[in-house]
């Protein structure tokens, strides 16, 4: 294993880190809501609690949450930092079942990695603990057995 030490950017990880943490923190002090992910999008899907009469609603948060996570890359791309080029390196069937056993991982966890990593852990939750420590390393484990045994190239 090699590093691209060239590709290697510490200090825009830093920023988007950051601002991962801020946006976090504001939807929990502001609302009392956990920035995570999987369950903000999937109480957007039609049966879900429409919220409190005159709040703007469940879906009102929701959606400008989503809204604003689609608006980013946009907005990182007409800005003055270039942005890498965007490679799959894999077939679109991988994907696919990458995607569906994700979201097969959220609703047996759960709870996605943003909201067990990134908030659980902050709320100091053996929950989220757990379940980022499974996260991982089911991840490491996939990667191994992708690349080291099954030879798909990564």
Known sequence: MTIDWP???????LIGGLLIGFAAA????????????????????????????????ERGWRLAFVLGLLAAPGLAAVSAVPMPPVETLVDWPWLVAAGLLVGLGTRIGSGCTSGHGVCGIARGSLRGLIATLTFMAFGIATVFVLEHLLRVPA
């Not at 590709?7 to 990880?13: E, K, L």
């Open 7 to 13: 590709a290697f950017t510490p200090g825009s990880a």
């Open 26 to 57: 504001f939807l929990v002090l502001s609302i009392g809501r956990i920035a995570g992910i999987s369950g903000i999008l999937g109480n957007l899907l039609p049966g879900a609690p429409a919220g409190r009469p005159g709040s703007g609603g």
